[in-house]
């Protein structure tokens, strides 16, 4: 029987979302659920509490299966994406030995403390998902990004017994690693029982979270840099050489094999913001927003596009998460006056977000020797015609959206079609399944304005700001 059908698994930082494709690419059905709150703790401890990212996983899958409109057997493959930098350690039978440390945990920064000894395997999010599904203990290369004894240029582990010993890791504790768009494993039973996913169905690799995205956005030509809009927002651009020298970027490993996403510097809990921000305002905006019969995104949209460009001088530094090295760093609003009401606090966070990752990638593009002349931007925030045509005004290029913006799935689903041969390649696969929805062209009064606006106010305001907040540090902690 021909598949006509291809699942992306997407495991994020707040919720997990499982879609159904077709093999052009289309959303056929989906699966949503929301993550439990993070457990966090003294001394920089942030932990995903029980069996919560494949407890997760298994409500999304369910939610999908049950209205998906096809037949099991119609179904070529399913890809494994989730979140990059998390630690998971897993007793002898796949089964957790303590909570999945998050991205955030301070322990991310530094090498594994094996001092737990019901620690058999130490393994990314993907390995731990994946295991789960198919019962191997097999993961890509591409979702070992920070502390792992990991040969970024050469995609594997490293051999030098000096490194695994740096890292504290003994190689019999990892995952044999595969490239992103191979078969893992197949669906076990007992995972086809809880996730209502067809039995022996193929489960491919992937690549972390932001990787995976830049697939499923199309980002496969060096014209364009890819935001990414999540609770880590960062910008990419499409790369063909390992660089581990550079000064405004890293080299992070693509979901393609042997291609490279060059990644720029980020923000910390970025849409996070966002969604502070609404919810800070409460039943008022709660009951605005149902009075006139829209969501309080919509409302609070309607009130920042009768903001002018700019916010009337209002800006946002946004530092809602400190780095572990710097942890004196605090949010701000500055330039308050009496014009300014909640829609000049909205778009100025919209307006901070864009201009702070505009700086981030030119910075990377002017490095790279690259002049893009587009801007993809992915993920929920895209939904937004002000924020896209903010993107657009900021980075002086048109901003364009995808038909899906929920890219990290696609993605997933993408390296399943090229595992299982549902497409020749990814080329292919990205050519078929990636459509471009609409795009936002720049206006010129507001490109010259915010230029203006960073190069002369906005890239000093953190700098200006810092001796005192580390002073409010000492004082408040």
């Known amino acids: 029987m021909k598949k006509k059908y291809l699942i992306g698994v997407d495991g994020g930082s707040q919720s997990s979302k499982v879609v159904v494709f077709d093999l052009d690419g289309n959303i056929v059905c989906e699966g949503h659920q929301d993550l439990q709150p993070m457990h966090l703790a003294e001394g920089g401890v942030a932990e995903h509490p029980d069996d919560d990212l494949w407890d997760s996983v298994v409500v999304a899958c369910r939610r999908a299966m049950q209205d998906f409109p096809g037949r099991p057997e119609e179904i070529a493959g399913l890809g494994v994406g989730s979140i990059r930098c998390c630690r998971v350690l897993q007793k002898e039978d796949g089964t957790l030995a303590a909570p999945v440390i998050s991205w955030m945990d301070r322990r991310t920064a530094h090498p594994y403390d094996n001092a737990n000894p019901d620690v058999r395997y130490v393994t990314a999010t993907t390995g731990y998902v994946s295991r789960r599904f198919c019962g191997e203990r097999v993961d890509t290369v591409s979702n070992y990004e920070g502390e792992w004894p990991i040969d970024r240029a050469g995609w594997k582990w490293c051999d030098d017994p000096e490194t695994l010993k740096k890292y504290q890791i003994p190689r019999d504790m990892l995952f044999e690693l595969r490239m992103p768009g191979v078969i893992a494993g197949v669906v076990t039973e007992q995972a086809a029982r809880v996730t209502g996913i067809p039995a022996g169905l193929p489960v491919a690799t992937t690549a972390n979270d932001k990787a995976v995205e830049a697939l499923g956005a199309g980002l496969v030509t060096e014209d364009a840099v890819l935001i990414s809009l999540g609770t880590y927002i960062c910008g990419m651009a499409k790369g063909r050489h390992y660089i581990g020298d550079a000064s405004s970027f890293w080299t992070n490993l693509s979901s393609v094999p042997n291609q490279f996403i060059y990644e720029s510097n980020g923000i910390r809990r970025g849409m996070w913001t966002v969604s502070w921000f609404k919810e800070l305002l409460g039943d008022d905006l709660l009951q605005k927003a149902a009075a006139a019969g829209v969501a309080p995104e919509a409302w609070l949209e309607r009130e920042a596009s009768a903001t002018p460009a700019g916010s009337e001088g209002l800006m946002t530094v946004l530092d809602w998460l400190a780095p572990a090295s710097e942890l ?150």
């Open 328 to 477: 004196y760093r605090k949010g701000l609003f500055i330039g308050f006056d009496g014009r300014h009401k909640r829609g000049h606090m909205y778009r100025s966070i919209l307006e901070a977000i864009a201009m702070t990752m505009g700086g981030h990638a030119k910075a990377m593009v002017a490095e790279l020797g690259l002049s893009p002349s587009r801007v993809i931007v992915s993920g929920g925030g895209s939904n937004s015609n002000l924020f896209m045509q903010i993107f657009a005004d900021v980075f002086g290029v048109p901003a364009q959206r995808n038909v899906v913006n929920a890219a990290a799935g696609l993605g997933a689903a993408i390296c399943a079609a090229v595992a299982t041969g549902a497409a020749p390649d990814f080329p292919t696969a990205v050519a078929r399944m990636v459509r471009v929805r609409d795009s936002f062209a720049p206006k010129p009064e507001n490109v010259r304005l915010y230029e203006r606006a960073y190069t002369e106010v906005y890239q000093h305001l953190r700098s200006q700001v810092e001796p005192i907040l580390k002073k409010e540090f000492e004082v408040f902690g």
